[in-house]
């Protein structure tokens, strides 16, 4: 994948997840917002314009059918948990995770035992747990970097294994995540994704300068 489109894949990512703070700060998502009459997103937007934006990147990702199942780490269940069910079940981790409201409420997670929460591989660099207006999970994203070759198959060989259990073949499946085809060259990744009417799943796998290899595995509701 070239430069300029994994930039475009992140951007569309980023506004995909609005679940995530992080995404408020994007070029992205600044430009989505700001068209929506916000100046500062961090500090100004509302859950009803996060919403607006997350629904229409989510308009051009969801496919035709429910899903049978739809999986996500540890035990958490999209457009069931709420946050103090969360909170608890990563206090149950060690988890260290601070809140943050941005429109929607979020809880963001860093340095997690990746066995605590049922995963393989090394500690969790960043988790982020989203909460829609209704005060339930709408996202999560589960986010590694830095990673040894043998970790990154660890990984991705768990995460795309776990959806592929539950959910058969995945509908879009591009790159090689092999490690040593990610290291080749600066900016590499292989994706995996299953969409449905009201859930997607990304495994991203993903070599780039300034974190080396990474997996980020990304479960969202795709209710409207």
Do not use: K, N
């Not at 068209?35 to 500062?40: K, Q």
């Not at 929460?117 to 747990?129: D, F, K, R, T, Y």
């Not at 198959?153 to 090689?176: F, K, M, T, Y």
């Amino acid at each position: 994948m070239s430069a300029r489109a994994w930039v475009m894949a992140g951007a569309g990512a980023a506004l995909l997840v609005l679940g995530v703070g992080g995404a408020m700060h994007t070029r992205a998502g600044l430009r989505a917002l700001a068209a929506l009459g916000v100046p500062c997103p961090a500090d100004r937007v509302s859950a009803a314009q996060v919403d607006h934006v997350r629904r229409a990147g989510l308009a051009g990702l969801r496919g035709d059918t429910p899903a049978p199942v739809r999986p996500a780490v540890a035990g958490l269940l999209l457009d069931m948990t709420t946050e103090a069910q969360a909170q608890a079940l990563l206090a149950r981790a060690h988890a260290a995770c601070e809140v943050q409201a941005r429109g929607y409420r979020h809880l963001r997670c860093r340095g997690v035992d990746a066995a605590a929460l049922g995963l393989a591989g090394p500690p969790v660099s960043e988790m982020w747990l989203s909460f829609g207006p209704a005060g339930r999970l709408v996202g999560v994203d589960v986010y590694r970097r830095g990673m040894r070759p043998d970790d990154v198959r660890a990984v991705w060989s768990d995460a795309a294994g776990r959806l592929r259990a539950a959910l058969g073949a995945p509908g879009l499946a591009v790159g090689d995540p092999a490690p040593d085809v990610l290291a080749a060259s600066p900016i590499q990744t292989a994706r995996v994704q299953y969409r449905y009417a009201d859930y997607v799943a990304t495994v991203t796998a993903a070599h780039l300068p300034q974190t080396g290899l990474s997996v980020r595995e990304q479960y969202l509701s795709a209710r409207m």
